[in-house]
């Protein structure tokens, strides 16, 4: 079956294939001077003092825990509802992932779900700004303080969410940021890691390029270009220049990125905010840049709203299945009910910058359609 209208879709064009092929003819794929200049421009926007680009959100999260180098049984605190990646990435670090609920309001986790779940071996809280939505970070920082443990924030949804001068991954202890192709900028793949610890910042640095002291292209003009020192264990996480290039275009678009999707949650917010058998998860949008567009279909008719969207050729998805369900967490699994009842509502209905003004007229008309009818009275009932 065709999906005319998918949930995601990224937005790349002319010059992000000017920027791969200049890349192409340079023959210098690897980490280099475009990684740099994307580090640099990352660093600028965010306020960050360091800001260390990797190869997907996924590495900038496991770099991020790693970095706090946790041992046996140290716990980290997170929300079950987010995307796998959270939680291997404690795993690899050598951490337990202790589970908690979320806000039904904003699926964030919030202080006191956080707090409900420190013991004596807690050492880290891993703070999720769902559909960049930003957590209550002041409340996680305060907590944070007084047990003397680290606040990461995975920033996977939330890049360009926040004002200058407090924008998401550069609140807590560490930041963690995702440029998959869905993502609210791309660089075909890519992460990175931001943080004002010259410490931290200095051992993520080593460790995301095999545990080098230097790169090839700092070596590059020096007297024995050959010569490096390993000065931690590492990883082959670095971003490359292919990678760079693309997100260096995506960067001088985000605006107009951000403008597109922050008019289409209006549309949808004001369609939406009345319909009987949803409930709207709204978006602070002066503050937001927002990455999904999440409803609750309420009175068990989500899974057959999503069946007759695609049967129109509209793309939805479920984001996420909760981690405490999943069997190889089972060992860390624990009831979670309001996780659980959020899971069995919500569905990420179509957002992406290039959709017409007529696709998302359809998704409402669609959505509306079903919700009105007899036929999703009767598959509820």
């Known amino acids: 079956m065709h999906i005319r209208i998918p949930s995601h879709r990224p937005c790349l064009g002319p010059a992000e294939l000017e920027a791969v092929r200049q890349v192409l003819e340079s023959r210098w794929l690897g980490r280099g001077r475009l ?17 260390i680009a990797v190869n997907s959100g996924t590495a900038a999260l496991h770099l991020a ?53 420190l013991s004596e071996r807690t050492r880290a809280i891993l703070t999720v700004h769902y559909g960049g939505r930003i957590c209550d970070m002041e409340g996680l920082r305060r907590l944070a303080a007084v047990r003397e443990i680290h606040l990461v924030e995975d920033a996977a949804h939330a890049f360009g969410s926040g004002p200058p001068g407090a924008r998401a991954g550069t609140l807590g202890d560490i930041g963690c940021f995702s440029f ?34 230097t790169d090839s292209w700092s070596r590059l003009t020096g007297e024995r270009p050959w010569f490096y020192r390993v000065i931690e264990p590492g990883y082959r996480y670095y971003m490359s220049n292919l990678n ?27 369609a939406f905010s009345a319909v009987d058998g949803l409930a709207v998860i709204r978006h602070d ?66 957002l992406y910058v290039e959709m017409t003004d007529a696709d998302v007229e359809e998704v409402i008309g669609e959505v509306k359609a079903f919700l009105a009818s007899p036929v999703a009275a009767s598959r509820a009932s």
């Open 65 to 117: 825990l790693d970095a706090l180098e946790l041992e046996p049984n140290d716990e980290v605190v997170v929300p079950s509802l987010t995307f796998v990646s959270s939680v291997q990435a404690i795993l690899a670090a050598g951490g337990r992932p202790v589970f908690c609920e979320v806000n039904p309001a904003t699926l964030n986790l919030e202080p006191a779900d956080a707090a409900a779940c």
């Open 35 to 51: 990684t740099k200049e994307f580090e640099d421009r990352l660093a600028a926007y965010l306020g960050a003092d360091h800001v």
């Open 244 to 270: 760079a290039a693309i997100g260096l275009v995506q960067l001088e678009r985000m605006e107009e990125f951000r403008a597109r999707k922050r008019a289409i949650v209006r549309r949808y917010d004001e």
């Open 180 to 213: 998959d192709p869905i993502k609210n900028i791309t660089c075909g793949g890519g992460g990175a890691v931001a943080t004002n610890d010259a410490a931290l910042a200095e051992r993520i640095r080593a460790r995301h390029n095999v545990g080098l002291e």
């Open 285 to 350: 949008l002066e503050d937001v840049f927002p990455f999904n567009y999440v409803v609750r279909v309420l009175d068990g008719r989500r899974d057959a709203l999503m069946q007759h969207l695609k049967e129109r050729g509209i793309g939805t998805t479920i984001q996420f299945i909760p981690n405490h369900l999943q069997p190889v967490f089972a060992p860390f699994s624990r009831p979670l009910p309001v996780t659980e009842q959020l899971y069995e509502e919500i569905l990420t209905l179509p």
